[in-house]
Structures are given as structure tokens and as C-alpha cells.
């Protein structure tokens, strides 16, 4: 069975940091892009960073850009370092794999359960 398990939610103040984590399992992703989305209550999941199978080329939301990096450093973690978090970064974050490096949220094939981040004011 496939599996995605993101780690490293919490809560945490305006303008602190989180380090969130994504590790698979019953297979290797060393041939998949790894996407994060985002959904906060009453909104749509929304795309936040994706990193293709090599690593050689991400994508951010222009709302993370230059706060957030995402990064992966074998064929089966993905990291999103969140940096300068904002209240309205608070969501639950979702690990996503599949074969295209895309903000798209339909041309990913396996999902993580989710993990909440909470940002204070």
C-alpha cells in the first residue's frame, strides 16, 4: 500500500518558522515530482510548491515566494520549510507525488492525510 505521511505541523506565532516533512512508503518517488497543496477552512486546496523528480526545478504560489522552500534529498522525503509565516498561512498542508511537475492539483496520483499548521497573530 502507497503511502505519503506529512509531519511537522504545529502551531506557531506570526513570523516563525515550521519545517514540514513527507516520507513514503510501499514505494520510492525517485520518478515523481512531489507537490504541497494547502486548504483552510472554507476555502479550495491550493497549490503551494512542487519540485520535479531530480530537483532541478521547483514552483511556488506567488504567496509563498521567497518565504516557503521546498526541497527533497532522496527518493522518498520531500521538506517544506516555511519561513515568515503569516496568519493567513494557516491551513492543513498536503503532501502530493505524481509524474508531472505541475500546480495542478488533478495530475497528482497519491495524497498524504495532511498535517495542520497554525499560525498565530
Known amino acids: 500500500q502507497v503511502q505519503l505521511v506529512e509531519s511537522g505541523g504545529g502551531v506557531v506565532q506570526t513570523g516563525g518558522s515550521l519545517r514540514l516533512s513527507c516520507v513514503s512508503s510501499?514505494?520510492?518517488?525517485?520518478?515523481?515530482?512531489m507537490g504541497w497543496f494547502r486548504q483552510a477552512p472554507g476555502k479550495e486546496r491550493e497549490f503551494v510548491a512542487s519540485?520535479?523528480?531530480?530537483?532541478?526545478?521547483t514552483y511556488y504560489a506567488d504567496s509563498v515566494k521567497g518565504r516557503f522552500t521546498i526541497s527533497r534529498d532522496n527518493a522518498k522525503k520531500v521538506y517544506l520549510q516555511m519561513n515568515s509565516l503569516k496568519p493567513e498561512d494557516t491551513a492543513v498542508y498536503y503532501c502530493?507525488?505524481?509524474?508531472?511537475?505541475?500546480?495542478?492539483?488533478?495530475?497528482?496520483?497519491?495524497w498524504g492525510q495532511g498535517t495542520q499548521v497554525t499560525v498565530s497573530s
Open positions: 519540485i520535479s523528480w531530480s530537483g532541478g526545478i
Open positions: 502530493a507525488a505524481g509524474r508531472a511537475n505541475t500546480k495542478n492539483a488533478l495530475r497528482y496520483t497519491y
Open positions: 510501499g514505494r520510492t518517488f525517485s520518478e515523481d515530482a
